[in-house]
């Protein structure tokens, strides 16, 4: 597996270094998009990555800081298909969000991008689920966030290596739960230390908590504002865990 860092941003104040919340995972064939915040589109370009190759794209949830790239980047594939530049797609598009998603997804369809695809697209729903693909496994749980829909992270399981993307959550049993045993943990970390007992996030007390107990190795901070220092946030995560800790950088490569 290897992780691209496009977007490490959070949702309310933009940071030039920080673009919205976009990874980008390659599992064998498989291009997989976690999330797809604004600015990924760009960010692809950036990494000299090619979103036509996208396999998969995962939505954690719907705040527009993790999905408003999606139809973008929809429009661009559909536009490479066509005559002017001819690209054609092997393989179906497989676009997965949390419940009521498909909803959402038909909604901005209609909205932004009506015209029929011109390749294969597949929509699915996860709330506390599985699915399988080729080379590696897809586990999705329902973690506190906020009161309007669901939220959930990401597990993504291959033969030698398990990997935990947390999405946007509170500290909850769900997000603790899911992380056990897990190789490598990406974990938002909103909040800073002075915000003891943030609910809809985590700050780098609670990342602690949950890494330490995770029994991970690697734990990837991200969805930053950068609000506590580095040095700071090492400082608290390590009174606990004490695995690596990166502090994500956008178009960083991790081989995990
Ligand atoms: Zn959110
Ligand atoms: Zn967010």
Redesign the pocket.
Known sequence: MQLTILGSG??TKPILKRSG?AYLLKIKDDLILLDAGPGTLRQFLKAKKDYFKLTHILISHT?A??LSELMPILQSIFVRTLELVGDKREKPLIIIGPPGFKRVYQNLRKAMMPEKESYQVQVFEMGNSKKDFKNWRLESTIVRHVKFWDSVAFKISTKDRVFVYSG?TGFCPEIIDFCRGADVLLL?A?MPISIAFPKDHLNPQFVSEIAHLSGAKLIILT?LYDLDTPADIRKEISKKFKGKITIARDLEKIAL
């Open positions: 959070a949702a919340s705040h800081d993790h946007d938002e909103t969805h």
